[in-house]
Every structure is written in structure tokens, then in C-alpha cells.
């Protein structure tokens, strides 16, 4: 009985692997390998479809990715070179959602390891937002738990988190109650709400939910960084009928968030999910690095911007070739210098590019091409705290750390 047990343990956990490959459309994943969905291969990086890498204080390089059902975790001394056996994050195997735009967080400090995802419910469009924590290095994680507290069937989406150096947890998402709650009265509601909690007890409770503000583009990911150890939360917010900007909020202390800027005027009016979400990097100095995508018919592409301690922003500076699909940028930081990174599709191969200021966005030198693949994940910008990388996932070469600052 105990053999025939494992055995349906195993077919269900193959199972769910063949759907959520199956259930994957070519703008959020690219191909994978038909030996992913045997079941030797249902914990190899290599099938991971969307990994999220973060380094730890001791430039320990640490993923968490999904195959299955679970999330697993495993790390690398040798900057990708090798990995540990992956260790699993929940015990139960659930939905969780694995593409570009909403995948696992993982933040790893001190020996605590910070895990975060959305757990998509049966109803089309819902989940609930996840969180779970290892203390001992990534031996143990707790009972997964949901961050957002009310327990309607609806959308709980697109998960940003950070942890300051007091420990602090922050996690931001897109959530649907306040739609829910308009539709029931029979009242038009556009978009979601940003909603937002915090926990200061390594994530055993949150706190309640506040909602930082309502009409936000459902679909794009949220992204979050740490100005005085309080959030800063960027997003693709939606302006009057459907015109879908960004906008930047900062907290003032962790139950308080200050008043929302608009940070983009490109007047992309859609009624739709472009599953485009912004990015930002956070300088010590107080200047915040944000870039975005949009495309709206006279402002169209790529653009970077930056939030000046004074509050003031520069002037937006496209890069990228829009006529080659330049999507998905990303961006980093380490004193002076910042680095832009994107994908680009010419219909053949996937390409990765870059491009690098060293006066603190103020001039760039001209984007080089740094990889091409026949397809891949988006490419992700991050540090060891010296040096800068790109990490990008291919169906060719698999889980891949470039060095780009060298």
C-alpha cells in the first residue's frame, strides 16, 4: 500500500508538470525539454521555468524556482557554476504560478532564507499570496502561509517583497477585493487595488492589509525597494479611462504610505493586460532607478528615468530597439554605476543586451549585445555587492550567470 501511495504521489506530481508546461504560452515561457515531464527530472533547475536568483551576505548565490507543485531552493559557492540539491520550500504541492511577470521571490539573509509566491485558486484570475521562511540556512521552512487576510476566491497576484535590516518583511501585490466588492453592488471597478502588509516576527503573522491605492493595472508585476529600511513600491497604475502609467509611492513608516507620483506620462490608453511591469533600483544616496515599457502610439518602447533626492525626475530616456521587440527591462545599481538590461526577439533568437552609465544615469554608452539564445526567460540584473551580473534561463544552456561589470 505505502509503494502504491508514492507511485499516485508521483503520477499526480507528473501530471500537474505536463499542464502547467502545457498551460504556458509563448510570451510567458519559452520550450523546455520533454524530458522535464519524466519523473527523474521533477527537482533539475533545468526545468525550471521562471528561477528567481538573489545573493546572501556571503555572496552565496541562491534561486528558488517551481517544478510540480513546489517551490525548491538551492544555492551556488561558485557563481553558477555548480548547485546544491534543491530543497523544497512547501511539503504540499499546490498551483503556484511560474512565468515571467509572476514568479517565487527569495531574499536571503543572515542565514534566513525569504520565500514569497502566488498560489493561483480554481477561478480563473484568483490566488492567494504565499509566504514562507527557513532560520537554519534552508534546511526547514515554516507552514506556507497567506499574506493577504480576507479569504474571497479572487485575485491576490503579482507578489513584491523585500526585508530590511532589522528583519522587517515587506510584501506588496495586486489584489481584486475592492473590484469584488464594487461589482456586487452592480458599479464599474477598473483594474485592481495595490495592496500591501508587513510582518516583524520572521513571518509567523502580517499585519492587517492597508491598501495603498485603487484602479492599478491587474496584470504586471510590482516591483519593491528600501529607502531607510521603509518600502518604496513602483507599479503600472491606471489614469482616467484606461491610460496606464506608472506610479511610485514611499512609506513613511511601515503602516503609512506617503502620497502617489506619477512617475511616466506616455498615455498608453488600453483596455487589456500587457503583462509588462516596471522595474526600479534603489542607491543608498536616496536616488531611485526606474525603467518601464509601454506602448502608447507617439510614446512607444523602452524608457528610463530617475527619481532625484530632491524629488525631482530627469528627463526619460528611451533605449532599446522597439522594432525588436526590446521588452522586459531591468535595472541595477552599485554606487555611481547603473546598468539596463532587456530581451529583445527578432522572430529567429532571443537576444540579451546592455547598457551601462557610470555617472549615475546621467550619460550611456551605447547597449551591447551580451547573449542570444533560440529562447529564453527574461533576463534579471543583480549583485554580490561588488560585482554585477545578468541571470538569465534558456531552453538551450539552461540557468546561466553572466558577469557584466568586469
Known sequence: MKKLSIIICCMVLAGMAKAALAGMSHKNAYAISDACSELSQLSTLACALAPSASFDNNKKLWLAWVYGGHVYVNYSTDYG??????LVVNRKPEAISAKGENRPKIIVKNKRVYVSWTHPL?????????????????????????????????????????VNDNGDIFIAWLDKRDRWQAEQQG??????????????NNGQSFSKNIKIIDHSCECCRVVMGLDQQLPVVLWRNIYGNNTRDHSLVKFVDKNQPSTVERVSYDEWRVDACPHHGPDMAVAERGDYHLVWFDNATDRHGLFYRRRQPDGSYTKAFSFGDYRAGASHPNVINVNQDVWLTWKQFDGKQASVWLQHSDDNGTSWQPAKLISTAADGDYPFLLSDGE??????????????????SQ
Open 122 to 162: 480554481k477561478k480563473r484570475f484568483s490566488g492567494n499570496v504565499r509566504f514562507s521562511i527557513s532560520i537554519d540556512g534552508g534546511e526547514h521552512f515554516s507552514e506556507p502561509i497567506n499574506v493577504n487576510d480576507d479569504n474571497k476566491m479572487i485575485g491576490h497576484r503579482f507578489d513584491a517583497m523585500r
Open 387 to 404: 560585482s554585477v551580473f545578468v541571470q538569465w534561463q534558456t531552453s538551450d544552456k539552461g540557468f546561466q550567470l553572466i558577469p557584466v
Open 187 to 200: 458599479k464599474i471597478y477598473h483594474g485592481a487595488a495595490l495592496y500591501y502588509s508587513w510582518s516583524d
Open 81 to 86: 557554476k555548480t548547485f546544491s540539491a534543491p
